[in-house]
């Protein structure tokens, strides 16, 4: 009877340790982020949000200083809808300080226009009127450790139905910021990768996604059509790690010498 006390005080033991290291290994592949407590947020906007269709957010959905969100209902959203709160004025004040910060970065190439066909490594991007996405934009992380593109839009931001955001060699959106002076606006189909801090208004035609980011709109709306943005890991990456991490803390956990459990 003893003996299985004690494997029950272990199994609980290790139980908690891998919930603890699951919550580590996820806080470190989000790594660093620029927008501080506004990190899990989805979608943040400034008058009001709207959602033409179903959309699927996964994170928080915050509006400050407006109050009127229609169409969105917490049953799309898997963080928490806030209005006016705490949470979501503090997530605001860090956006705003985010889009500054990246507004004030020292350029590391000029571009025109078109972003289309453009293959382009980790850098400071600056366009000083509007930038257009046709086609395909392909960022090639090169295998360096937190690749980091920032792009810096004079004024608008316009994808066209189904253009693509493609990502190489460690490249991800939790580390491509588009810091966008006027609005921005996401076509049709299109697929988006990376955070989107816009001066004014976020529009996102039907079926656009944004994959691994978000969209705020500083001084505007957000208006949705059916779209999926994720900010949140995969939930098949906590499953994975769940199942992974158990047995190896249970061995480390069986190894121990019994003089220690007995101490």
Known sequence: MKQIHQFVRI??????????LISVVIEEAKGASLLGVADDFAVLGATTITDAGTSAIFGDVGLVPGSSITGLTP????????????????AKAAALVAYN?????TTTQSLTGELGGLTLTPGVYTLASSATLTG???????????????????????????SLVALLNGA?????????????T????????????????????????????AVFALNGAVSLDGNTIRVV???????????????????????????????
């Open 186 to 213: 996401l076509g049709t189909n299109s697929q988006f990768a990376g955070t989107i801090l816009a001066n004014q208004s976020v529009t996102l035609a039907t079926g656009a996604s944004i994959a691994d980011g």
């Open 11 to 20: 199994d609980r033991r290790t139980t908690l340790l891998s919930v603890m």
């Open 136 to 162: 395909t934009l392909t960022l090639d992380g090169t295998g360096i450790s937190d690749p980091m593109f920032v792009f810096q839009i004079g004024s608008t931001l316009t994808t066209f139905t189904s």
């Open 75 to 90: 049953a799309m959203v898997t963080g928490t809808i806030r209005i006016n709160d705490q949470a979501a004025i503090e």
């Open 101 to 105: 910060s990246l507004a004030g970065m």
């Open 172 to 184: 991800s959106g939790d580390n491509i910021y588009f810091q966008v002076g006027s609005s921005a």
């Open 233 to 263: 890991p995969e939930p098949g990456a906590v499953i994975l790690l769940a199942t992974g991490a158990f047995p190896l803390l249970a061995i480390r956990r069986r190894k121990r010498p019994k003089t220690a459990v007995a101490a």
